[in-house]
């Protein structure tokens, strides 16, 4: 059961574009999203994020928009740079307290190229 | 800030034997640490959340007495792979969370297990 899903594996973007990366989810229990960025052989930097009470969070170039009735997210990037080349994950918590408190589920993951 | 280490990066291991790898925060303290693992062109999969001074608590499907985890203060906690067999060959990564965070967690740059 994929809770949260990156339904586009790759996204190819002139660089000085916009990229605009794109999560759905299924859980409704779902209160905090965020975005992270990995290098191949590396472990996740965190973006950005974004509480479900707000529906727009901005961080420089990252701007991370939240749907909830749609149960979609997006992350855009704007200008796209060709060191923003990576793998994006997008990744969701649910405050369930007790043990499952901060854990996070990820997509699968969109691979971003962009060319100069 | 919010620097997390792992050590090995890489290591490589007789089918039967057992491997450690330690996740440290090198600038924070971490109440809670959690351990992935990502297999080739896929999400990262979390296998266990350990709370520091409490057992692990592992996602189901994941054999607790294979994946040892270990929490023993706030600034580190260890797996230990125990009998490796090739099929535990992965990519295993590393996160913390810190004391009065929500759910950002901070990633460890991942150690690569090959067992032969």
């Known amino acids: 059961d994929q809770q949260v899903k990156q339904n586009s594996p790759s996204l190819s973007v002139q660089e000085g574009r916009i990229s605009i990366l794109n999560c759905d989810y299924t859980?409704?229990?779902?209160?905090?999203f965020l975005w992270y960025k990995k290098y191949p052989a590396e472990g996740p930097t965190f973006l950005i994020s974004?509480?479900?009470?707000?529906d727009k969070n901005e961080d420089g170039r990252f701007t991370v928009f939240l749907n909830k009735s749609a149960k979609h997210l997006s992350l855009h990037i704007v200008p796209s740079q060709p060191g923003d080349s990576a793998v994006y994950f997008c990744a969701a918590s649910a405050n369930a307290g007790g043990t499952s408190y901060g854990k996070l589920t990820f997509g699968q993951g969109t691979i971003l190229t962009v060319h100069p | 800030g919010a620097v997390v280490s792992q050590h090995p990066s890489w290591v490589i291991c007789k089918s039967g034997t057992s491997v450690k790898i330690e996740c440290r925060s090198l600038?924070?303290?971490?109440?809670?640490m959690f351990w992935y693992r990502q297999f080739p062109k896929q999400s990262l999969m979390l296998m266990a959340t350990s709370n520091e001074g409490s057992k692990a608590t592992y996602e189901q499907g994941v054999e607790k007495d294979k994946f040892l985890i270990n929490h023993a203060s706030l600034t580190l906690s260890t797996l230990t792979v125990t009998s490796a067999h090739p099929e535990d060959s992965s990519f295993y990564i590393c996160s913390a969370r810190w004391r009065g965070g929500r759910y950002e967690q901070y990633f460890g740059p991942g150690t690569r297990l090959t067992v032969t």
């Open positions: 974004i509480s479900s009470i707000k």
């Open positions: 859980n409704s229990m779902f209160d905090y």
């Open positions: 600038d924070f303290q971490a109440t809670t």
